[in-house]
């Protein structure tokens, strides 16, 4: 009932007009949605809007508008939505048709939900196509656990990639959001027992495994088949230490294996931020905006000839 609401409130949002012509297509590979708001009043929050002036959304149907306005200001074609139910994804996909590809979220608890025949349900009827944000390290579970296997042989089975976070928390996230939070399980480096077992499994790691820099890039020159997005990074850290991360990336020879993803959470400005930040870096040339905005995307999503074209007529 809450979808189909949703929905009914929300008819014209797939026809908003693209306002900014003179920026290439973008993929997003980090949006999230949310079933309920206002966010939960939480000190960890409180870093954020205050650093960057931003108001977090106000409702669910103020998020989900918000953000696609951003969306069609900046020019970004398709994103990857996570969310914690079905529910939610059918409602922002039903809301923009063909604007979302969604990313189931997995709560490992001692029985994981959503249970793994829910989640190949969700897959075959096109509302899941990755799984993930897979969000173990506030629940204090590492990549490895057992009770992930099943759900990574049904992405391997199914050919869907998994999204993980690897990096840090907000500020005081063990204290006042998340007791089971432990820095060490945003570390990349546990992500290889998985990667041995499932070779055919695609991964990225979101936020680009900071500040983990070598683990990072060890994993990625090791396993190909490992991307990583720009994720939070790339608008709450300080320009210049996201810019020092992102250069030793791609200096590292990642260029082509790094995508832009904005992490909005609650505030759908950041998607802004996010996108004017990469287009001020110094360090990168035009190929290698382009390939983070867009192609190294294209490519990991496996879009067809006729998507990529439809995105550049826009």
Not at 205 to 223: D, F, N, R, S
Request: aromatic share 10%.
């Amino acid at each position: 009932m809450k979808t189909v609401l949703l929905a009914m409130c929300l008819p014209t949002f797939a026809s908003l007009p693209m306002t900014q012509a003179r920026r290439q297509p973008i993929i997003d590979v980090h949006l999230h949605a949310y079933p309920s708001f206002p966010p939960p009043a939480n000190p960890i929050w409180n870093a954020v809007p205050k650093t960057l002036s931003l108001s977090p959304a106000a409702s669910p149907v103020d998020h989900l508008r918000a953000t696609l306005q951003e969306m069609d200001r900046y020019n970004i074609v398709l994103g990857v939505v996570s969310g914690p139910d079905e529910a939610v994804l059918r409602t922002w996909h039903s809301a923009a048709p063909g604007r979302f590809i969604g990313g189931c979220w997995l709560q490992v608890g001692a029985t994981p939900k959503p249970s793994v025949g829910d989640l190949r349900r969700a897959v075959q009827d096109g509302i899941c196509k990755v799984l993930g944000e897979l969000n173990l390290a506030y629940e204090g579970v590492s990549p490895d656990d057992s009770r992930l296997e099943p759900y990574y042989d049904l992405a391997e089975e199914l050919g869907i990639p998994v999204g993980l976070h690897s990096s840090l928390g907000p500020p005081g996230t063990p204290y006042f959001h998340a007791p089971r939070f432990r820095v060490s399980l945003g570390d990349p480096k546990l992500l290889e027992p998985v990667l041995l077992r499932h070779p055919r499994l695609k991964f990225y790691l979101m936020h680009a495994g900071h500040p983990y820099l070598e683990a990072t890039k060890a994993i990625m020159a090791v396993y190909p088949q490992v991307y990583a997005d720009v994720g939070v990074i790339s608008w709450v850290l300080p320009r210049k230490e996201f810019y020092r991360y992102l250069e030793a990336l791609i200096d590292a020879g990642f260029g082509e294996r790094l995508m832009f993803g904005s992490d909005q959470v609650f505030w759908p400005r950041a998607i802004g931020l996010a996108v004017e930040t990469l287009e001020a870096a110094p360090f990168l040339n035009e190929q290698q905006r382009r390939d983070i905005f867009y192609n190294n995307a294209a490519r990991f999503f496996g879009l067809t000839e006729h998507a990529i074209a439809k995105h550049h007529a826009k």
